[in-house]
C-alpha cells in the first residue's frame, strides 16, 4: 500500500514539481537572455539578434578616444587579446540541469590536480568547517553522466598580473583540494593553470541560428574569463625604468552580504538556489581573493557575524591586518579593509559614520573607513624614502532617488581623506578610494569626484547617481543649497573646518565660547552716553564675577573661521582623482559593468586614484599619473556576456558585484605628492 502511493502519487508529484521549478529557472534565464543587446564575442559567438550600438555608447567610445592615455585601457599594449570562444547548439539546458552540468564538469574535471600547502588547507577547512556535509549532499544529486570538458584553466588564471603573482597565486596556496566543493574546485582549476595563456581550441561558428543562440555548454570560466590588462609598458605611460617603485595590488569587492540575499530574495531569482546560500559563496569569494594576492583589500557588504567568524581568521592566516565598520542602526553589514603586513604599517585609522542624527541629509546608515598607510620597503631602503598612502573605502546609500544624501556621504567621506592625507605642507599623501557608490559613470556624483567640483543647486535628487531615471514623476525632490547645514563642521570644499583653507582678512565668524568672554570686559561694563535711561532696563551694571578672567588673561579664538556664503550650490574638493577603469570596453564596443541587478548591467563600484590634472576639456579633466601610477588592472566585462553566465550571481562568480583588481607604483625615494 505505502509502496504504491509512494510510486503512483508522491514520485510524480515530486518529478511535477522539479520540472515545474526548471522551467521557471529556464524561463528566467530566456529572459535574461532576451535582454542582452547583442552575444557577439569577439566575432566568434554568431549573433542572431544583434542590436546597433546604441548612441551613448558611440559617445563612450568617443570620449574614450578624445581623452588620451591618461585614463586609456592598454588596448595596443596587451600582448594577446585573447578571444573567447562559445559553442553553440539550438537546444537549451534546463536551469538547474544547467548549473548541475557546470557543477559536474568541474568536479570531473581531470584538470583538477593536488596542490599540498598547509596554509590553504586550512583557508577551505575554515571556510568549509561546518559547511562539508552541506556540498557532499549537494553534489550527490549531481547527475554524474553530464560531462563536459572544461578548457585547461580558469580565466583569470591565464593572464597574470606579474610572474611573481602568478606562482605567489598558486604555489603560495597550495591546496589540498575537496573533490565534494564545486567552489574550491572552481578556484583551485584557476590554481593549476599555467602561466602562459591557454590557446583555446577554434570554436565552430554558427551563423544561422535561430531565435538565441543557444549555449549547450556553460563554461563559465571561459565565459567570464578577464584579461590582465599590463598599462606600464604604455609609451605614453612614462613609467620610468630609473624610478625604483613600490609595487602592490588594490582590490575592490563588494561580496554580497547574505543577510541582503535572504532579505531581498526577489533580486536572485535568475540564480538557482544552491548558488546563492553562504555555505557556497565563501569559499568561492575567499579563493578568488586568494588567487588575485591583493596587497590591499576594500571590501563591502561583508557581513559582522561573517566577519568576526570566517573571514577576518582567514585573511589573518593569509598575512593580512584587517579592519571592519559595521553600518549603524539595524543593518548587519559593513566595510572592511585588509592590508599585507608585510608590505604595510598602520599610520592612522578612521570609521566614519555617515549618520547623523537630526540632520535629514544624513539620516542614512551607510559607513566607511581611511587608512593613512607607511609602504615597508625592502632591508636597507629608508621607509621615508616612499611616501605614506591613504585608502578608503566605502558603500555609499543605494536609494536612487536620493542623491542629496548621496552626496552628503560623498562629501563627509573627503572632508575625512583630505584630514588624513593632507600632508603639513598643504599637499596630498597619494589617495586610493575603492567603494561602491551605487552611482553610474559621469553621473552628477560620479564627476563631482572626478572633476572636483559640482553645482548642484536645484538639480532633481536621482539626477545625482544617475542610476535611474525618475523623470516622468510630477514630484521630485531638488537639491537645494547648502546641501548640509554648516553644523555638520564640513565646508562647501569638503574639508573639516578647523582644517580649512588659510585665514584670509575681512569677515570672520567666531564661536560662542570666545564671544562669551566679552560679557564682562571693560567697554562691555560701562555705559554707553548716548544710550536712554529706563529704570529697571537700562540702568542695570552688570556685576563682572570675582573669578572672571582679566582681559589679558583671555584665550585667543583659536581657530576663528573666514567667513564663506554656503548659498553658491557648488561643491569642491582639491584631491584630484580618476578611475582605474576607463568604464568602456574598446575591445567590444560596449561599457564595462561592475554589477548586474535584474539583469541589467552597470558600473557603480570603482577604485580612483591620485593624479595629476594636465587640462580640462569642455569641463571634464583629464589626468596624468603623478607619485602613484597605475601599472594594470583585472579587465572587466560587458553586460553581454555576463547575461551568457546566467548573469551575477552565478555558479562561478559568487557575487552580484565583480571584483575590482589594479596594480600601482608608488615612487621611491621621492616625497613627491600629487
Ligand atoms: O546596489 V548594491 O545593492 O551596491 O549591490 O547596495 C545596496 C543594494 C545594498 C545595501 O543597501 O542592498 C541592495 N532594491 C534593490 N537592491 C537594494 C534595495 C532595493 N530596494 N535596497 C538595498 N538594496
Redesign the pocket.
Known amino acids: 500500500m505505502i509502496g504504491t502511493v509512494l510510486c503512483y502519487v508522491l514520485l510524480p508529484a515530486a518529478r511535477l514539481l522539479q520540472a515545474l521549478r526548471d522551467a521557471f529557472f529556464t524561463y528566467r534565464k530566456n529572459v535574461l537572455l532576451a535582454k542582452s543587446p547583442s552575444t557577439q564575442i569577439e566575432g566568434v559567438f554568431a549573433a542572431t539578434r544583434g542590436r546597433s550600438v546604441p548612441e551613448e555608447q558611440e559617445a563612450l567610445l568617443q570620449q574614450w578616444l578624445e581623452e588620451g592615455v591618461g585614463n586609456l585601457p592598454a588596448s595596443e599594449s596587451v600582448p594577446a587579446v585573447r578571444r573567447v570562444s562559445v559553442s553553440l547548439t539550438s537546444d537549451w539546458l534546463e536551469g538547474s540541469e544547467l548549473l548541475m552540468t557546470s557543477l559536474s564538469d568541474l568536479n570531473t574535471s581531470p584538470e583538477v590536480t593536488r596542490c599540498a600547502d598547509q596554509q590553504h588547507s586550512e583557508l577551505n577547512a575554515l571556510a568549509s568547517s561546518e559547511l562539508q556535509d552541506h556540498a557532499v549532499a549537494e553534489l550527490a544529486r549531481l547527475p554524474s553522466e553530464e560531462t563536459v570538458t572544461v578548457a585547461g584553466s580558469a580565466p583569470w588564471a591565464a593572464v597574470v598580473p606579474q610572474t611573481d603573482h602568478q606562482t605567489a597565486g598558486c604555489a603560495g596556496i597550495n591546496v589540498e583540494v575537496l573533490n565534494d566543493d564545486p567552489a574550491v574546485l572552481a578556484w583551485s582549476l584557476a590554481c593549476d593553470a599555467e602561466t602562459v595563456p591557454p590557446v583555446l581550441p577554434a570554436q565552430p561558428i554558427q551563423d544561422a541560428v535561430p531565435f538565441y543562440p543557444v549555449p549547450t555548454e556553460v563554461p563559465y570560466h571561459e565565459i567570464l574569463w578577464r584579461d590582465w590588462e599590463d598599462l606600464s609598458v604604455q609609451p605614453l605611460k612614462q613609467v620610468s625604468k630609473n624610478t625604483p617603485l613600490f609595487e602592490f595590488r588594490v582590490m575592490s569587492y563588494?561580496i554580497?552580504?547574505q543577510d541582503?540575499v535572504e532579505q531581498?530574495l526577489d533580486?536572485y531569482v535568475h540564480c538557482h538556489p544552491d548558488i546563492l546560500n553562504w555555505n557556497y559563496r565563501l569559499p568561492n569569494l575567499l579563493q578568488e581573493i586568494q588567487h588575485w594576492d591583493p596587497d590591499v583589500l576594500c571590501l563591502?557588504?561583508v557581513q559582522e557575524n561573517h566577519y568576526w567568524e570566517q573571514l577576518e581568521p582567514t585573511f589573518k592566516e593569509m598575512g593580512f591586518a584587517c579592519f571592519y565598520k559595521r553600518r549603524t542602526g539595524t543593518?548587519t553589514?559593513g566595510c572592511a579593509v585588509c592590508y599585507k603586513h608585510s608590505r604595510f604599517q598602520l599610520i592612522s585609522l578612521s570609521p566614519i559614520e555617515y549618520f547623523r542624527p537630526g540632520l535629514d541629509v544624513l539620516n542614512r546608515d551607510n559607513v566607511g573607513l581611511v587608512l593613512l598607510l607607511q609602504p615597508v620597503l625592502p632591508e636597507g631602503l629608508d621607509l621615508k624614502a616612499v611616501s605614506p598612502l591613504c585608502v578608503a573605502n566605502t558603500?555609499v546609500?543605494?536609494?536612487p532617488r536620493r542623491g542629496d544624501i548621496k552626496l552628503a556621504q560623498v562629501a563627509l567621506l573627503l572632508a575625512e581623506i583630505d584630514k588624513i592625507a593632507r600632508t603639513t605642507e598643504g599637499s596630498y599623501y597619494p589617495v586610493i578610494l575603492c567603494g561602491?557608490l551605487?552611482s553610474v559613470p559621469d553621473s552628477p556624483l560620479y564627476k563631482f569626484i572626478r572633476n572636483g567640483e559640482l553645482s548642484y543647486h536645484g538639480m532633481p535628487a536621482w539626477k545625482v547617481s544617475g542610476q535611474e531615471d525618475f523623470s516622468q514623476q510630477l514630484y521630485s525632490r531638488k537639491l537645494l543649497a547648502p546641501l548640509w547645514p554648516s553644523s555638520l563642521g564640513v565646508t562647501d570644499k569638503c574639508q573639516y573646518v578647523t582644517l580649512s583653507q588659510p585665514k584670509k582678512p575681512g569677515r570672520r565668524e567666531y564661536s560662542r565660547d570666545f564671544l562669551l568672554q566679552f560679557r564682562f570686559c571693560d567697554v562691555a561694563c560701562e555705559r554707553p552716553p548716548q544710550l536712554v535711561l529706563l529704570e529697571g532696563v537700562t540702568d542695570a551694571k552688570p556685576d563682572r564675577p570675582a573669578d572672571w578672567p582679566k582681559p589679558a588673561a583671555m584665550v585667543k579664538d583659536p581657530d576663528p573661521q573666514p567667513f564663506v556664503p554656503r548659498c553658491s550650490g557648488v561643491i569642491q574638493h582639491g584631491l584630484n582623482l580618476t578611475s582605474v577603469y576607463s568604464h568602456f570596453l574598446p575591445q567590444r564596443g560596449r561599457p564595462e559593468v561592475t554589477?548586474m541587478?535584474m539583469g541589467l548591467g552597470a558600473t557603480?563600484d570603482y577604485i580612483f586614484y591620485s593624479a595629476e590634472p594636465v587640462e580640462s576639456k569642455a569641463g571634464r579633466r583629464l589626468y596624468k599619473d603623478g607619485a602613484l601610477k597605475l601599472l594594470g588592472r583585472l579587465s572587466l566585462l560587458s553586460e553581454d556576456v555576463l547575461l551568457m553566465a546566467n548573469g551575477l550571481p552565478n555558479p562561478f562568480c559568487s557575487s552580484?558585484?565583480l571584483c575590482l583588481l589594479a596594480s600601482f607604483g608608488l615612487e621611491i625615494s621621492s616625497l613627491r605628492e600629487s
Open positions: 563588494n554580497l552580504a541582503l531581498g533580486l563591502q557588504e543593518k553589514d558603500h546609500l543605494f536609494n561602491d551605487n554589477t541587478p557603480v552580484d558585484h
